[in-house]
């Protein structure tokens, strides 16, 4: 017998990005008193305000809820489209034996977008965009064996698995033109520290790129292919006791292609005199010849004041006039720089797990009506990559493995009308990979990934489903974890800017970004049958506790000091339906209220503190209404 199903979607969505709220999280990051910057409506050269006014003036207090003033940026819109095709073939070859085969084929197109606002603010100091259609497509194909044997004692499930992915993708960083007095830049051409001039007068402004290209733009092309065979068996030792193992291998091929293209700096030149002669290029003698390896191109002189803005002016020569959102520097397209990576990853993952089944004997004078509990280990393996690095180019990651035991208990109660499943574990990572901040050898600010050497997560989880009486159901989840970092070293981003130097940081007591120890949610719903058909109410209540969520290690160090610098308070939503359905089933209508306590919530959010000293903060949707019609034919 041959049985097909297929499935086929397509989606087209367009919106707007959420708005952020900004506040600065610590004064001595480097791109707020730490270097000495001074930005585009700066003019006292003794305290920089424009960059920390910038965010604060998007901060909740100044804007109010869920309102940001993000400037006249056409990029914020967002547009996906996407294809998907899927099928699904099943031969039943005998009684026990079935062939399944799964095709699945995907197609989608993300439009240009500013992908982070990394300065919070309406103007344009640092930002990261996708400025031209990001393209995905995927094809795979997996072949299943299902079967069993010695009188279904032994059921097993073998096949192989093949995927083909290729990624396109144009990103560019903004680090607009900045200023810095001559004094400042004295200090910091000669490793020290730089200090703000004492008066706001300043003496000789210095307005370029002082922190790399002012756009820095990468054409990232990326191809996958993985293969895998696996087989997993569970064979009955006994009645009660069952036995299951399982190991797959996985490889994985990785083809990366990279090409970086910065800014003409002979064209930022021209431009920059043509519209006012007061800049001149920069030829520094003495300290100054050490800054950026002698490199000072794309640096000048004002032949001015800091009281007339001169980082303004300059930033105002480059303004966005083409309407694409990003202000109009030239590309060094004579000057190119082409990486390439081709990596294989393998790694084989074995599984092993033991149940046991209490029979009703064993269960009599109990409360349980069945009980199993089981023991597993796995290990788990993602695959490494090449990570674009600014104008390094490709650097390999190292893959990901993780350990992982678990002990539960899965049992019925109550006359079978309550299930109460109970779980603990540990995962053990190794070479866990994940997000940090650093920059390249031009100066460059970069959110990349890296690993970490080890980390643990230990943790447990409850689901709970229960049928008081007939129509009524109770849900309830809960889960704990525990997660640190046993081993994780990273390099400071001061020092690395300031001087040059790797010095390693240890990061292992951090929190882990983006994970509550705690969540929980209870589901309550109803059914009752009227005349005119079927009346459900439902009443959802969750919760998620602290969560941290900064990328580099004075993130953690604010957010230890003070959760609202770098994290998100605890917080419980409510959400309300009501659904009818007629009797035959096919027409369904739902009125639903979401949040109905109009409750804030940050739910998207980074805090990135070592460098741009910035905690941008995304709020979940308010109180929200509305009606779902659903017609099934």
């Known amino acids: 017998t041959l049985t097909v199903e297929n499935l086929l979607f397509f989606g087209d969505s367009s919106g707007v990005m959420t708005n952020t709220n900004c506040n600065i999280t610590r004064d001595d990051a480097l791109f707020v008193d730490g270097l000495a910057l001074l930005w585009a409506g700066d003019t006292d050269a003794s305290q920089g305000r424009a960059f920390r006014e910038n965010c604060e003036s998007n901060s909740r207090e100044q804007q109010g809820d869920l309102t940001a003033d993000k400037g006249p940026n056409p990029m914020l819109e967002q547009d996906f489209q996407s294809v998907l095709f899927g099928s699904t073939a099943t031969w039943e070859l005998t009684e026990n034996y079935l062939l399944k085969a799964i095709l699945g084929v995907r197609r989608a197109e993300e439009g240009p977008i500013q992908t982070a606002d990394n300065d919070g603010g309406p103007m344009d100091y640092n930002e990261a965009y996708n400025n031209e259609p990001s393209i995905r497509k995927s094809y795979s194909l997996e072949l299943q064996l299902n ?17 083909a992915e290729r990624n396109t993708e144009t990103f560019t960083l903004l680090t607009n033109l900045i200023g810095l007095d001559a004094t400042s830049l004295s200090q910091l051409a000669s490793g020290q520290n730089p200090t ?36 997993q068996a569970s064979y009955d030792l006994t009645e009660a006791l069952q036995l299951t193992l399982g190991v797959r291998y996985t490889q994985e091929v990785r083809k990366s292609g990279l090409t970086v293209i910065g800014t003409d700096l002979n064209d930022l030149t021209t431009r920059l005199q043509a519209a006012d ?20 191109k794309g640096l000048y002189t004002f032949a001015g004041s800091w009281l007339e803005d001169p980082v303004g002016i300059a930033s105002n020569v480059f303004r966005d006039q083409d309407g694409d959102g990003i202000p109009d520097y030239k590309m060094d397209w004579a000057n190119t720089s082409r990486f390439d990576a081709d990596e294989t990853f393998s790694q084989v993952t074995p599984m092993l797990s033991l149940s046991y089944v209490f029979d009703e004997y064993q269960l009599e004078n109990t409360p349980f009506e069945a009980l199993t509990t089981y023991f597993t280990y796995s290990d788990g393996f993602k695959s490494g990559f090449s ?4 104008v390094e180019g490709l650097a390999r990651i190292e893959p990901e493995e993780v350990a992982n035991l678990e002990l539960g208990f899965k049992m019925d109660l109550l006359d079978r009308r309550m299930r109460l499943n109970i779980a603990t574990y540990n995962m053990d990572y190794r070479n866990m990979q994940l997000v940090t901040v650093s920059n390249d050898s031009a100066g460059n600010l970069i959110v990349v990934f890296t690993n970490a050497g080890e980390a643990t997560i230990r943790g447990s989880e409850m689901e709970l489903s229960w049928l008081p009486f007939a129509g ?6 809960y889960s704990n974890n525990n997660y640190f970092y046993s081993e994780f070293e990273d390099t400071d981003l001061k020092e690395l800017a300031l001087r040059g130097n790797a010095v390693p940081v240890d990061r ?3 929190p882990f970004p983006a994970a509550p120890e705690e969540s929980a949610s209870l589901g309550l719903q109803m059914t009752f049958p009227t005349d005119i ?24 160090e604010v957010y230890r000091d003070d959760e609202r610098n770098a994290g998100a308070n605890e917080y419980v939503l409510v959400d309300l339906r009501l659904t009818w359905m007629n009797d035959a089933g096919d027409w369904r209508v739902t009125a639903y209220g979401t949040n109905i306590l109009d409750k804030r919530y940050i739910n998207s959010t980074v805090a990135v503190t070592d460098s741009i000293g910035t905690f941008n903060q995304g709020y979940g949707d308010p109180r929200v209404y509305g009606v779902d019609v659903t017609w099934s034919f």
């Open 533 to 556: 058909g079927l009346i459900t109410p439902r009443l959802d209540i969750s919760y998620k506790g602290d969560v941290f969520f900064g990328l580099d290690a004075t993130s953690a």
């Open 277 to 296: 002669p007061r800049y001149v290029p920069l030829t520094p003698p003495g300290p100054l010849a050490a800054l950026s390896g002698g490199q000072t």
């Open 472 to 477: 009524a159901v109770v849900s309830l989840n």
């Open 387 to 390: 990570e674009p690095r600014g």
């Open 147 to 163: 079967g069993s044997a010695l009188n279904n004692r032994l059921n097993f499930t073998t096949g192989l698995f093949a995927a």
């Open 508 to 510: 292992s007591g951090e």
């Open 196 to 231: 703000r001039p004492a008066s706001p007068l300043g003496t000789t402004p210095v307005v370029g790129a002082l922190t790399g290209d002012p756009l820095l733009q990468s054409d990232f092309e990326l191809d996958n292919a993985t293969y895998a065979a696996f087989l």
